[in-house]
C-alpha cells in the first residue's frame, strides 16, 4: 500500500473509532442487510436472533443462473420448465420471509450458463458465468423468476414469497463479473449492462404489473477497483457511460469494498464507502435532477480477530465508515456480506460462529462497533 494511503487511513481509523463513543443513537436510522448464504440459512433462529441484534430488516440472497439452470430448460419463461433447480434459491427466500423474523429481499442475479453464452464459447474458460448471455435466454430466466417469486406462485401448497427488489449484475465493472470489458481497445460493458438492465426491467415490469405490485431494478453494484489494473473498470468512468447510454434502472448499485481489504486514498475514478457524499455526487453529475437511490449491495472488510495486519482498530473503522454511510438519506439499504464467521470465510461476519466472542475469546471488534452504533432493537 502507499505511504498516503496508511497515512490516511490511520486519520481515518482513530476519527471513526473515536467517534464509536460519541456518536448518537439516531445512527440506528439506517436500514441494514446482510447477504443470506447457505450458513445463514442452516442456523435458523439463531442466524435471525443476530441478525435482529444488528438491525438487520433486509437480506440479499444471490442467485447464480447457472446453478438454477445447468441445462438448457424447456419452456424457460415458465419457472416450472423442466431443467430448473430452484431448490436452493426458493429454501433462502423462504428463509428471509419466514413469518417469525420477516424481512424484505433483494436478489442478486447473474452467472451465464454455458448453454446461454452469447459467444457460444468461443472465448473459451467453461464454467465462467460473466460472460456475456444471448438476449433472449436472458429474458427468459428473468420472466421466470420474476414468476416464481411473484408472491402468486404456489410450491407444494404454499406460495412462495413476493421479492420486489432485483440487482443486475453485480460487478459489472470487473472481468471477474461481466465480459468482455472492452472490444477493440474500447470500454463495451457498460452498454452490454444497458441490455442485462433492459431485458430484466422489462420482464420484471410484465410480472410485477400482472401480480399487482411495483417492482425496483437496481444496477449492478459496481466495485473498487485496483488502480493498477488493466482489466477492470473503476465506477466513476463506469457509471458514466452507463448514464451516456441511457440505461433503464431505479437505483445505482455500489459495491465498493476495497480490494486490499482497507480502503486507500479516493483516486480519481474509483469510489468508497468513507466518502458516501462523493458517490451521491458523481451519480447526481451523471443523472442531474434525479435523486437517484444508492443501494450499497455488498460490502465486507476483515472483521476480527486480528489478522494480516489489520488491527482492531482498522477493522472497527470499516465498520465505522459502513454504517455513517447509510445513514445519508440517498443510501436506501447497507448490506454487509456476511452475518456470522464460518469455517470458510473465519473473519468476514459480523459476529462470530460462537455467538458473542471469536476464536480467541475476546469480544469481536465489528460486533461491537455496530452494537455501539446500532443499539440493538428492544425486547
Given at each position: ?13 482513530l ?7 460519541a ?8 436500514v ?15 442466524a435471525w436472533?443476530?441478525?435482529?441484534q444488528l438491525s438487520?430488516?433486509?437480506?440479499r440472497v444471490?442467485?447464480r ?12 419463461r ?12 426458493d429454501?433462502?427466500?423462504?428463509a428471509?420471509?419466514?413469518?417469525a423474523?420477516?424481512a424484505?429481499?433483494l ?5 451465464t450458463p454455458d ?5 457460444g ?9 460473466a ?12 420472466a ?12 407444494n ?5 413476493r421479492?420486489?427488489?432485483y440487482?443486475?449484475?453485480?460487478n459489472p ?7 468482455p ?10 452498454a452490454l449492462?444497458?441490455g ?6 422489462v ?7 400482472a401480480?399487482?405490485?411495483?417492482a ?10 485496483d488502480?493498477?489494473?488493466?482489466t ?7 457509471l458514466?457511460a ?26 480519481g475514478g474509483?469510489l ?6 462523493g458517490?451521491?455526487a ?22 476480527g ?7 482492531d482498530?482498522?477493522q ?9 454511510a447509510t445513514?445519508?438519506p440517498?443510501?436506501?439499504?447497507g ?20 455467538p458473542?466472542?471469536?476464536?480467541t475469546g475476546?469480544?469481536k471488534?465489528?460486533?461491537?462497533t ?10
Amino acid at each position: 500500500m502507499y505511504p498516503e494511503a496508511v497515512c490516511r487511513l490511520g486519520v481515518l481509523a482513530l476519527a471513526l473509532i473515536a467517534a464509536v463513543a460519541a456518536w448518537p443513537a439516531a445512527a440506528s436510522a439506517g436500514v441494514y442487510g446482510i447477504a443470506l448464504d447457505d450458513a445463514f440459512s442452516a442456523s435458523g433462529t439463531a442466524a435471525w436472533t443476530d441478525a435482529r441484534q444488528l438491525s438487520a430488516t433486509w437480506v440479499r440472497v444471490d442467485v447464480r443462473w447457472s446453478s438454477v439452470a445447468p441445462t438448457a430448460p424447456t419452456s424457460a419463461r415458465l419457472p416450472s420448465g423442466r431443467g430448473y433447480d430452484w431448490g436452493a434459491v426458493d429454501a433462502k427466500v423462504r428463509a428471509a420471509a419466514d413469518p417469525a423474523h420477516p424481512a424484505s429481499v433483494l436478489i442478486s442475479v447473474w452467472g451465464t450458463p454455458d448453454w446461454a453464452r452469447q459467444d457460444g464459447g468461443a472465448g473459451g474458460e467453461p464454467g465462467n458465468g460473466a460472460f456475456l448471455p444471448k438476449r433472449a435466454h436472458w429474458r427468459n430466466f428473468m420472466a421466470a423468476l420474476a414468476t416464481r417469486y411473484s408472491g402468486a406462485y404456489v410450491v407444494n401448497g404454499t406460495a412462495l414469497p413476493r421479492v420486489t427488489v432485483y440487482e443486475i449484475w453485480p460487478n459489472p465493472n470487473l472481468q471477474s463479473g461481466l465480459r468482455p470489458q472492452r472490444l477493440a481497445g474500447r470500454l463495451a460493458a457498460p452498454a452490454l449492462l444497458k441490455g442485462l438492465l433492459a431485458g430484466a426491467s422489462v420482464e420484471v415490469a410484465a410480472v410485477a404489473a400482472a401480480n399487482g405490485f411495483t417492482a425496483t431494478i437496481v444496477s449492478g453494484g459496481v466495485a473498487r477497483t485496483d488502480p493498477t489494473s488493466t482489466t477492470d473498470t473503476q465506477p466513476v468512468p463506469f457509471l458514466r457511460a452507463l448514464a451516456r447510454a441511457k440505461a433503464s434502472l431505479d437505483a445505482v448499485g455500489l459495491r465498493l469494498s476495497p480490494p486490499s481489504g482497507v480502503e486507500g486514498p479516493s483516486e480519481g475514478g474509483n469510489l468508497g464507502v468513507s466518502d458516501v457524499n462523493g458517490a451521491v455526487a458523481t451519480v447526481d453529475t451523471y443523472w442531474p435532477g434525479q435523486a437517484r437511490a444508492l443501494w450499497l449491495t455488498g460490502y465486507g472488510a476483515p472483521s476480527g480477530p486480528a489478522e494480516a495486519g489489520r488491527s482492531d482498530a482498522t477493522q472497527q473503522a470499516a465498520v465505522a465508515a459502513f454504517l455513517a454511510a447509510t445513514q445519508n438519506p440517498r443510501v436506501a439499504v447497507g448490506v454487509w456480506d456476511a452475518l456470522q464467521d464460518t469455517d470458510g470465510a473465519p473473519y468476514a461476519g459480523l459476529r462470530a460462529k460462537a455467538p458473542t466472542a471469536n476464536q480467541t475469546g475476546a469480544a469481536k471488534p465489528s460486533q461491537t462497533t455496530w452494537t455501539t452504533l446500532v443499539p440493538p432493537p428492544p425486547g
